[in-house]
Structures are given as C-alpha cells and as structure tokens.
C-alpha cells in the first residue's frame, strides 16, 4: 500500500537492514511522532523524498 509523504514533514531517516522507518512531524496519539515502516532501503527512500538528487549523496539518509 503507497504511503505519500510530505518530504518537508520528514524529520528523519532510521535505516534497518530489511527496510526503512520515516519518522514525521505529524503527531499521533498523545502527540507521540509518526513513524510509517517502509520496505524500501534508506537510499531508495531518499531518492523518492529528494526533487532535487544533489541534496541528499547517494547511500546516506
């Protein structure tokens, strides 16, 4: 299932080894951050997040 984020709401990046967690500045419950799983790596993530590829080098999140 597609998850569309807001590239300006992305705090961070946390790179696991079988996927990547996107953590926001959206709040959830009890103003808890939101996190969405992903199964694309890190640099994948980037690269979708990234409208310009010179901002983020490749294979760093």
Same mark, same amino acid.
């Given at each position: 299932?597609? !998850?569309?984020?807001?590239?300006?709401?992305?705090? #961070?990046?946390? /790179?696991?080894? $079988?996927?990547?967690?996107? %953590?926001?500045? *959206?709040?959830?419950?009890?103003?808890?951050?939101?996190?969405? $799983?992903?199964?694309?790596?890190? *640099?994948? %993530? !980037? =690269?979708?997040?990234?409208?310009?590829? #010179? %901002? /983020? #080098? #490749?294979? =760093? *999140?």
């Amino acid at each position: 299932m597609p !998850v569309f984020v807001n590239p300006n709401q992305v705090v #961070s990046l946390v /790179a696991l080894p $079988d996927r990547t967690q996107i %953590v926001t500045t *959206a709040t959830g419950n009890h103003g808890a951050a939101v996190v969405y $799983d992903v199964t694309e790596l890190a *640099a994948e %993530v !980037v =690269r979708l997040l990234t409208t310009n590829p #010179s %901002v /983020a #080098s #490749s294979g =760093r *999140a």
